[in-house]
């Protein structure tokens, strides 16, 4: 896929697929070098691509719908409660 814009960070990128399903051990280092994105069991709702910089969803058209919370930055990502 070649590159697109994000519209939530603005930077063109090559969006990152998305995979469903009990990931394979193939799976689990792909994901762990960027190359795909563990989306969790249940595709219905899921994205099909994410911007590999901010999280966001991108369409093959380069539209925005939402964030996923795995590929977002560590910047949003709560805070552990003090105590």
């Given at each position: 896929?070649?590159a697109?814009?994000?519209p939530?960070?603005?930077?063109?990128?090559?969006?990152?697929?998305?995979?469903?399903?009990?990931?394979?051990?193939?799976?689990?280092?792909?994901?762990?070098?960027?190359?795909?994105?563990?989306g969790?069991?249940?595709?219905?709702?899921?994205?099909?691509?994410?911007?590999?910089e901010?999280?966001?969803?991108?369409?093959?058209?380069?539209?925005?719908?939402?964030?996923?919370?795995?590929?977002?930055?560590?910047?949003?990502a709560?805070?552990?409660?003090?105590?």
């Amino acid at each position: 896929m070649k590159a697109l814009p994000c519209p939530t960070c603005a930077l063109h990128v090559k969006p990152v697929r998305v995979t469903y399903g009990l990931p394979t051990l193939e799976a689990e280092q792909d994901a762990a070098d960027g190359r795909i994105v563990l989306g969790g069991c249940d595709p219905t709702f899921g994205p099909e691509f994410v911007c590999p910089e901010c999280g966001s969803e991108i369409d093959p058209d380069g539209v925005v719908a939402s964030r996923v919370a795995s590929r977002a930055p560590a910047s949003e990502a709560p805070k552990p409660a003090e105590g």
